[in-house]
């Protein structure tokens, strides 16, 4: 239990108990951390400094956080060798160049029509791709499901910088690095007996703390509905392309 922490709304609570707690002890600044929750630091401070800014909470206009990974503007050829100078497309949108997208953590789940991104939560999926998209526009002005673009930005700038995620894809541990093992983990169940989704353990390390989340969920395939969604957040209200 974190000291002192009636002081913060439920899913806020949540991201301090299931990252912040987490992120603090592979960093080695849980002292820190517990001081910024004595002194009552708002959560979204709290995330950013225990992270460098690399992730923050985002709020929907209905208040409610997700947490998200700031990604900075790169150009081809930070990713691509002899790409060229011109930016990543994932960071033109209808009014210009961005210079940051923010992109969800986890895979989001789903509460009142609405995506969050949140840790520790079995993710939506069985969804369709037009329930997503509007699971996502409905969060407010800025908001957006994960577009291709993002989607291949963020892999390439990953490999790039050598921190492309590792997790339980294979038995219990990584395919391309089976020394790491983790703790088994749960399968939860949809209300109509269906299995949802088989998470396995999870790991950190601080090289990839301030990462996308390791991409734990296996659900079944099926191939009429997506698997799994996260959104995506532009300042400014410009739109994703």
Known sequence: MLPDHTFYPPMELLILESFADRCAKITGQTKFFYTLLQDKVPAKIIVEK????TNTLVYDDAGLPSLMVRIPCFD???VIPHAGNAVHPMFQTSRGQVQYVWLSKYQNITKKG??????DQCPRNFISYDEA???????GPGWHLMTNYEWAGIA????????????????????????DACAPGDLYFRNHGEP???RGGHWYHEKS?????????HTPSYTARRIGFRCAWIPDEDIAI
């Open 114 to 119: 609405r995506a969050y991104s949140l840790p």
């Open 50 to 53: 225990l992270t460098g800014r």
């Open 156 to 179: 390439l700038w990953s490999r790039a910088r050598g921190i492309v995620p590792r997790g339980n894809n294979s038995n219990g541990s990584d395919c391309g690095h089976p020394e």
């Open 209 to 217: 703390a301030g990462m996308f989340w390791l991409n734990l969920a």
């Open 196 to 198: 949802a989704a088989l």
């Open 133 to 139: 998209l509007e699971c996502c526009q409905a969060k």
């Open 76 to 78: 081809l050829e930070q």
